[in-house]
């Protein structure tokens, strides 16, 4: 994974000076002992920073000024420990550009039955509070999340990191530059798109580059960098006989790690962190890149095959949301079908399924391609690890995008596949493939996705909504007449 510098969510708590300065004193002092168990339940490599708390119309618009000039600031959490009049908050709000979590709890878990008097009633107010600040963030159109729930929950906590990682991913692609080397593949729709409104909504850029630029640097690489790289190959894959030093594939080897040299080099260079390729469209480059992207993807990089920027741009969220998270995530395509019982989907692509997926240490291996008319490319095989997982799909519907996502739950293969040379996994889609594969046909989804066992449904359900996109998710309560009847509805909301 590329290094990224840690990135902060500040907690900010709106009071009033209504109360006094005792009543203040306490407020700060919980807000604080929030922001700090917070902090450590936070599975995300994230900091959340206590700010003093905010009594007035001019400390809130400071405050939400600071958060926008702050490059480390990428959310901000609300939590109102008393009342604090909504109008207070308007000219603040109007400056808002960073995902808003609305986390409506309260200092103490429970009613002090004996002990309760209207002091208490005073200080532990967020049960009125929260309600006046939403009613305004719901006048004023502010999409966010709204967490509920006792902050030393693990239901809270596990939301917040969720609504976090949102955040990471949304930050990422507000800089992500994203290369198409080569165009679309010819004739494909779903992978076309409009790159100029998806920056506009999504914040990412895509721009095309030729292979020529990748040959250039190969070309200049010093010998010791590909030695190097072919060591660390040796030592981390089961090394087909005929690409180790004297088989008869040995220089193919060379071939593949020249070009994941090339490949990063350019990536660097340019500061991309996503790209494309496009098997009809190689120029000069010798093999599709298989092995290269599989490692890049597995460094962080996104990627997509047959220019799917989209894809591309998506896989790259996807790594930083899943930063410290358990479980692969890679590029995907839906290739083949097991109809049975249940009916699975094999999963795969024509070589760049990312490692972090595998189960086992992976093959390195060498085998024709029968499109592209380019050498034999070298590329990683293994089978994808089971359990649960979700494939996530972002189309353009010419007037606006989707977000299309299946719950899934992966299996061991259990049959060897001596004659299949790619990556794959085997899932059962939820609730069925039947429903499931007509639910996401009906959405209009793509043939590709973005894989991962790394992050839950909600995650991508906070990221949809920073987006302001459209979200389709099938999962095990999924019955295709609502599904169609949500499907209208969308089409008059959106
Ligand atoms: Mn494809």
Redesign the pocket.
């Given at each position: 994974m590329n290094a990224i510098n840690k990135k902060k969510i500040w907690f900010v708590t709106g009071t009033q000076h209504l109360y006094g300065p005792e009543v203040l004193d306490q407020v700060s002092n919980h807000a604080k002992e929030i922001a700090q168990t917070l902090n450590e339940s936070l599975t995300a490599p994230v900091e959340i920073v206590f700010q003093p708390i905010v009594k007035t119309p001019d400390e809130i618009t400071s405050l939400f000024v600071s958060a926008g000039a702050d490059s480390q600031c990428i959310g901000i959490i609300t939590w109102m420990h008393t009342f604090s009049p909504a109008k207070m908050w308007i000219n603040g709000l109007k400056r808002l550009h960073l995902p808003l979590c609305h986390l409506h709890t309260q200092y103490n878990k429970e009613i002090p039955w004996r002990s309760i008097d209207m002091d208490f009633m005073n200080l532990n107010q967020s049960a009125h509070g929260d309600r006046e600040f939403a009613h305004l963030l719901t006048r004023m159109k502010i999409r966010r999340k709204t967490v509920v729930g006792f902050w030393k929950d693990k239901a809270v906590q596990n939301s917040l990191s969720n609504w976090t990682r949102a955040a990471l991913g949304w930050s990422e692609l507000q800089q992500l530059k994203v290369a198409r080397i080569g165009d679309n593949m010819r004739e494909v729709a779903v992978t076309e798109g409009d790159k100029v409104q998806a920056q506009i909504q999504f914040g990412f850029s895509v721009n095309g580059y030729d292979s020529d630029d990748v040959t250039a640097i190969i070309e200049n690489l010093n010998p010791s960098e590909v030695e190097a790289l072919l060591n660390d190959y040796e030592s981390s894959y089961e090394i087909d006989p005929q690409l180790k030093q004297g088989g008869e594939k040995r220089e193919s080897l060379v071939t593949a790690a020249k070009i994941e040299l090339g490949l990063k080099k350019f990536l660097d260079q340019g500061g991309f962190k996503a790209f494309t390729d496009n098997f009809e469209n190689l120029g000069t480059l010798e093999q599709l890149p298989g092995i290269a992207i599989q490692r890049l993807m597995e460094q962080g990089y996104g990627f997509a095959?047959?220019g799917?920027w989209k894809t591309a741009a998506l896989v790259r969220a996807f790594k930083v949301m899943a930063q410290d998270a358990p479980g692969g995530t890679s590029f995907m395509?839906d290739y083949t079908y097991h109809f049975g019982n249940p009916s699975q989907v094999l999963g795969a692509?024509?070589l760049e399924i990312c490692p972090s997926l595998s189960k086992n240490k992976p093959r390195c291996e060498i085998h024709p391609l029968g499109i592209g008319g380019k050498k034999d490319p070298v590329r990683l095989v293994f089978d994808g690890t089971d359990g649960t997982g979700i494939n996530v799909s972002l189309i353009d519907l010419g007037t606006r995008f989707r977000f299309i996502l299946n719950e899934v739950n992966a299996v061991l293969i259990e049959n060897k596949l001596p004659n299949l040379p790619v990556a794959r996994v085997l899932w059962m889609p939820q609730p069925s493939l039947e429903i499931a594969a007509s639910a996401w046909m009906k959405a209009g989804g793509a043939?590709?996705t973005v894989y991962t066992q790394a992050l839950d449904t909600e995650v991508i359900q906070d990221f949809a909504t920073l987006a302001g996109v459209e979200l389709i998710c099938i999962d095990k309560n999924t019955k295709l007449y609502e599904l169609e009847q949500n499907l209208n509805a969308n089409d008059t909301a959106y």
């Amino acid at each position: 994974m590329n290094a990224i510098n840690k990135k902060k969510i500040w907690f900010v708590t709106g009071t009033q000076h209504l109360y006094g300065p005792e009543v203040l004193d306490q407020v700060s002092n919980h807000a604080k002992e929030i922001a700090q168990t917070l902090n450590e339940s936070l599975t995300a490599p994230v900091e959340i920073v206590f700010q003093p708390i905010v009594k007035t119309p001019d400390e809130i618009t400071s405050l939400f000024v600071s958060a926008g000039a702050d490059s480390q600031c990428i959310g901000i959490i609300t939590w109102m420990h008393t009342f604090s009049p909504a109008k207070m908050w308007i000219n603040g709000l109007k400056r808002l550009h960073l995902p808003l979590c609305h986390l409506h709890t309260q200092y103490n878990k429970e009613i002090p039955w004996r002990s309760i008097d209207m002091d208490f009633m005073n200080l532990n107010q967020s049960a009125h509070g929260d309600r006046e600040f939403a009613h305004l963030l719901t006048r004023m159109k502010i999409r966010r999340k709204t967490v509920v729930g006792f902050w030393k929950d693990k239901a809270v906590q596990n939301s917040l990191s969720n609504w976090t990682r949102a955040a990471l991913g949304w930050s990422e692609l507000q800089q992500l530059k994203v290369a198409r080397i080569g165009d679309n593949m010819r004739e494909v729709a779903v992978t076309e798109g409009d790159k100029v409104q998806a920056q506009i909504q999504f914040g990412f850029s895509v721009n095309g580059y030729d292979s020529d630029d990748v040959t250039a640097i190969i070309e200049n690489l010093n010998p010791s960098e590909v030695e190097a790289l072919l060591n660390d190959y040796e030592s981390s894959y089961e090394i087909d006989p005929q690409l180790k030093q004297g088989g008869e594939k040995r220089e193919s080897l060379v071939t593949a790690a020249k070009i994941e040299l090339g490949l990063k080099k350019f990536l660097d260079q340019g500061g991309f962190k996503a790209f494309t390729d496009n098997f009809e469209n190689l120029g000069t480059l010798e093999q599709l890149p298989g092995i290269a992207i599989q490692r890049l993807m597995e460094q962080g990089y996104g990627f997509a095959g047959e220019g799917d920027w989209k894809t591309a741009a998506l896989v790259r969220a996807f790594k930083v949301m899943a930063q410290d998270a358990p479980g692969g995530t890679s590029f995907m395509e839906d290739y083949t079908y097991h109809f049975g019982n249940p009916s699975q989907v094999l999963g795969a692509h024509m070589l760049e399924i990312c490692p972090s997926l595998s189960k086992n240490k992976p093959r390195c291996e060498i085998h024709p391609l029968g499109i592209g008319g380019k050498k034999d490319p070298v590329r990683l095989v293994f089978d994808g690890t089971d359990g649960t997982g979700i494939n996530v799909s972002l189309i353009d519907l010419g007037t606006r995008f989707r977000f299309i996502l299946n719950e899934v739950n992966a299996v061991l293969i259990e049959n060897k596949l001596p004659n299949l040379p790619v990556a794959r996994v085997l899932w059962m889609p939820q609730p069925s493939l039947e429903i499931a594969a007509s639910a996401w046909m009906k959405a209009g989804g793509a043939h590709h996705t973005v894989y991962t066992q790394a992050l839950d449904t909600e995650v991508i359900q906070d990221f949809a909504t920073l987006a302001g996109v459209e979200l389709i998710c099938i999962d095990k309560n999924t019955k295709l007449y609502e599904l169609e009847q949500n499907l209208n509805a969308n089409d008059t909301a959106y």
